[in-house]
Nanobody, 125 residues
Framework: QVQLVESGGGLVQAGGSLRLSCAASGRTFSSYAMGWFRQAPGKEREFVAAIRQSGGSTIYAGSVKGRFTISRDNAKNTVYLQMNSLKPEDTAVYYC??????????????????WGQGTQVTVSS
């Protein structure tokens, strides 16, 4: 069982930056691949980024590649999402999620076993 708690959301102007954190409970954090997803009002939850258990491999959605960076600190049981050059279309609730396997299915919400409660990111124009 893994419990996830996101933090770091807020209101920022377009072009600004935010860093989201997701703290995980339990002793087995390093055995989980982690992902970030987001959901805007009236839209489906969509993939943002994922990272391998070791942190040695990452994947990104095309819409955020080059602007967002996912990273993790297994000693702190935490995964991060650094968001730069934010745009109004990045406005959404951001969720972190955990799964045992890192593969091509990491893009899909159904592949994840555990989810956080989400943190709101609002980007003003």
């Amino acid at each position: 069982q893994v419990q996830l708690v996101e933090s770091g959301g807020g209101l920022v102007q377009a072009g600004g930056s935010l860093r989201l954190s997701c703290a995980a409970s339990g002793r087995t954090f390093s055995s989980y691949a982690m992902g970030w997803f987001r959901q805007a009002p009236g839209k489906e939850r969509e993939f943002v980024a994922a990272i391998r258990q070791s942190g040695g491999s990452t994947i990104y959605a095309g819409s955020v590649k080059g602007r967002f960076t996912i990273s993790r600190d297994n000693a702190k049981n935490t995964v991060y999402l650094q968001m730069n050059s934010l745009k109004p279309e990045d406005t959404a609730v951001y969720y972190c999620a955990a799964r045992r396997v890192y593969n091509g299915d990491s893009y899909y919400t159904s592949a994840y076993d555990y989810w956080g409660q989400g943190t709101q990111v609002t980007v003003s124009s």
